[in-house]
C-alpha cells in the first residue's frame, strides 16, 4: 500500500472516529472485568467548545484510553448540565427576538419553547467533543432534566426535608436583577472596583446639628431604618437616643449604638438599611427596627418604598439622589475608595443583597462525612494543596440556597394549602393530595385547590447527585449499573467548582449511598493566555478549538495543551504549542515512512551496531514505560507525555533510527527490521492515549487488522526489565559522538572522511560494547585505547574519560587553547554551583538521598574534569 508522504489529519481523524463509532467501541456494560468509570462534569446545555473544555477533556480521555488498554471496563459518561439561569435568558433572548414576551406566557408555553430550544442547540458541545476525539460512550448520554435525572432530584428535596435539612425562611440573599433570581453565594464573583466614599449629612430632628454618614450607595438611603455608632465613641454620646431625619424623604430614624460599628471607617457612624445589606439586617434585628424597607423592585428598579425616582433603575437612581443631595447641600464630599463589589457568576449584573422568602438546606451536619473523608484521604485531591481550602471552605459552609425564582429546571415538589402560607411536600401531585386531605381533614380538595411553588431548584441540585443519578441509584439503589460502576474512579474538573459541585457531591455520596463517589478528583489550572490573563471570550484572547483543530489536527491540540498543563497549576497557552503538537504527529508519521521504505535482505548478518542498539533501545522503552506507569499514578500528566515525547523523538527516531538505518538506502535485515516494528507497535501503544488518530492510523497500515480491531483495545505495554548500566554507558555514548560531530563541524572535516579515535583507558577495564555504534554514527576508520596522550591531536572529555583525535599538523594549539580554557572555566563555575548546594545543610537534609548522591557524583566528575583540562592546558603551553 502507498504510503502517503504527508500526513493528513482531516480525512484520518473523521475516519477512525466513525470507525470506533460503528464498532462500539466507546461501549461499556457491566461484566467480571474491573470497572474503570469517569463522569464527565457536565457542560452547559447552552455551551460551546472553549480552551477550558479543550483541557479538561483530553484529560479525561487519556486516563479512560490507558485503562480500557489495561484491560479494565473503561465507561465515560457523558453529558449536559441544563443551566437554568443561563438557558432561561437565552430562551427569553431568543423569544424576544421573534417577538414573544416571556411574561406574557403561560408556564407551560415557556418550557416548550424552552425544550425545542435545548433540542435544537443543547447538544452542540457534545459533538464537537467528538471532534476532540472524546471516548465516551454516547449511548449513555444524560442531561439533566431527563425525566429519570428529574425524578432523582425531586426524591431527594422531599427526603432532605422530612429529614429536616430543607425549611422554607425569609433570609438575606443574593439577588441577580437581571436574571430576577437568588444566586447562591459560590455563583457571586467579587471584583475589586474604584469606587466613591459618599459623605452625607443627617439633619437632627429637633436640633440645627447634622450627623454625616459615609456610604458607597447613597440611593439605599431611602430604605435606612437608622444611624448606628460606637457606644463608645465621645464624639457621638451627645446623639445618643436623639433621632436624624433622611435627607430628600424627611423620615425620621433613630440614633442606636452597637459594638460592630468601625469607628476608624468614614465617619464613624453607619446608615442601617436592613433590606439591602446582611449585617445591616442583623443590626436591625438586634434592635428591633421593625420591618425592614425594601427600596429595590426584583429588576433592580425603585419600588414604591422609596417614595422617590420609582421605577427608575438604581444606578440611574444614584446619580439623580447624588445631584438632589449636591443640590440641598446634604452632600459634604466624594472620596475615592477602593472596594469589592458581587457579581452574578452567570450574568455579570451587580449582585443585590436582598431579604427574600426561599428555600434553604441546613448544611453544617451533612457537609461533615464530606470533610472527613478527603482530609483523611478516602476520597484524594490532586495536587493535595487545595485540601486547605476545601477544609476552610466546608467548615465554614453556610445554608445553601436551593431556589432560584425561574421556570426552566426542577419545579420545587412543595403544594400551597387553600388560602393559607402552609404547605405540604410530597414526590408528586397525587402524593400532595392525599398528604392535604390529611392536614385539612378536607377530602373534598382536589388537586386545583392546590398551588404548586413557582420556584426552581438551583442547577447544582440536580447536579451534585450526578455520579449516582446517571446510574439511576437514586430511584434504583439495586441497578446492576449502579451497583457495578460506583464508586467512580477519576474526576477531573476545574478548581473553581471545587465547592459548587465538587463538594456537594462528595455530601450527597455519603448521605445516599454512604460512599465515596469517586476516588480521586483531578484538579486542573485555569487555561491562560502568554500575558496571564484568564482566556475568555469578551477579553478577545480564547482561540476557537474548532478552528485550531482544522488547522493543527485533533491530536495536535491534544499535545499542545498538555506540555503547558501541570495538575492543579494555571497554564500558560499559545498557539505555537499546538504547532509544535502537529509537528510530533509529522514526527511520527515521517518515521513510520523510514520504516516502511526499508526492505529486507535475507542474506544479510545482522550489524554489531544494531545488536546493540536493539538492545540499549529495548532497557530505555522498559525503563520509560516504568517511569510512565509511576507519572500515570501520580497523575503528572504532563510529564507523562513529555516522557513518551522525548523517547519516540530524541530516542527512537534521533538515535535508535539513526543508528540501525541501511547506509545509502540499500536493504535492511530481516532480524533488525521486526526489532523496529516491535518497538514501533510498543510505542504506538504508549502514544495511543495521547494522540489517538495517528497512532490508530499507523497502528492499522502496519498489518492488515480484522474488522472491528483497533489498537485502544490492544493492551497496553508493561514495563519489562532493564539495565541501567547500559542505558547511561549509551548516555556516554551519545556524548562521544556529540563532541565527535563538534570536532568535524568546528574544523570543516567532512563526514566522509573517515577519522582516528583514541581513548586513554585501560581497554580490560573500559566498557566499548557501543564501540561499533561510535564506528558507524562518526565513520570512525580506527577506535582503540592508549596510555600516553598523542602529539598533534586534539582532545575532549566525557565523564572521566579523555578521547584524542590525531590531526596532525591541522591541529591549531591556539585555537585548542582558547577551546581548552573555555571550558576550565565551565567546569570551575559548574563545581561552584554543585558545592554550594553540598554545603547547604538544609538541602543535604531533606534533599531525596538519590538527589544527594548524583550532586556528589557530578562533584567528582566535575573535580577530575578539571584535572584532565588543566594537565591538557599545562602540555599545550
Known sequence: MEIPSKYNPAITEDKWYEYWMKNKLFKSTPDDREPYTIVIPPPNVTGVLHMGHMLNNTIQDILIRRARMQGKN?????????????????????????????????????????????????????????????SCDWDRTKFTMDEDMSESVLKVFVDLY??????????????????????????????????????????????????????TRPETILGDMAVCVHPEDDRYKKFHGKKVVIPLINRPVPVITDTYVDREFGTGALKITPAHD??????????????????????????????????????EARKLILDELESKKYLVKLEDYVNKVGFSERTNAVIEPKLSLQWFMKMKELAKPGLDNVMNDTIKLVPPKFKNTYRHWMENVRDWCISRQLWWGQQI?????????DFVVADNADEALQLAREKTGNKNLTIGNLKQDEDVLDTWFSSWLWPISVFDGIRNPNNPDFKYYYPTNDLVTAPEILFFWVARMIIAGYEYVDAKPFENVYLTGIVRDNSGRKMSKSLGNSPDPIKLMKQYGADGVRVGMLLCSPAGGDLLFDKSLTEQGRNFSNKIWNAFRLIDSWKVDTSLDQPEASKMAIKWFGYKLNESISILDDQFSKYRLSEALMNVYKLFWDEFSSWYLEIIKPAYQQDIDASTLSSTYGFLDTLLKILHPFVPFISEEIWQLIEQRKDGESIMLAEFPKAGKFDGACIDRFEKAKETISSIRTIRKERNIPNRNSLELMIREDEQKFDNRFGPVLQKLCNLSRLHFIQEKPEGAVSFIVKTTEYFIPLGDKLNVEEELEKLNKELDYNKGFLFAVNKKLENERFVQNAPEIVVKKEKEKRADTESKIKTLEERIAEFS
Open 413 to 421: 415538589p412543595a403544594w400551597y394549602l387553600p388560602g393559607s402560607n
Open 162 to 215: 422530612r429529614k429536616g435539612h430543607i425549611y422554607r425562611g425569609v433570609r438575606m440573599v443574593n439577588w441577580d436583577p437581571q436574571a430576577k433570581t437568588a444566586v447562591s453565594d459560590e455563583e457571586v464573583i467579587y471584583k475589586e472596583l474604584q469606587s466613591k466614599l459618599y459623605y452625607i449629612k443627617y439633619a437632627v430632628e429637633g436640633e440645627d446639628g447634622f450627623l454625616t454618614v459615609a456610604t
Open 74 to 134: 473503561a465507561l465515560w459518561v457523558p453529558g449536559t448540565d441544563h443551566a437554568s439561569i443561563a438557558t432561561e435568558a437565552r430562551v427569553v433572548a431568543s423569544l424576544k427576538e421573534q417577538g414573544i414576551d416571556k411574561s406574557k406566557l403561560t408556564r407551560e408555553e415557556f418550557l416548550r419553547h424552552a425544550w425545542k430550544w435545548k433540542e435544537k442547540h443543547g447538544g452542540i458541545i457534545l459533538e464537537q467533543l467528538k471532534k476532540l476525539g472524546a
Open 278 to 315: 446582611v449585617n445591616d439586617y442583623e443590626i436591625g434585628i438586634r434592635h428591633s427596627l421593625g420591618e425592614p424597607i425594601n427600596i429595590f423592585n426584583d429588576d433592580g428598579t425603585l419600588s414604591e418604598s422609596a417614595q422617590i425616582f420609582i421605577g427608575k433603575d438604581r444606578f
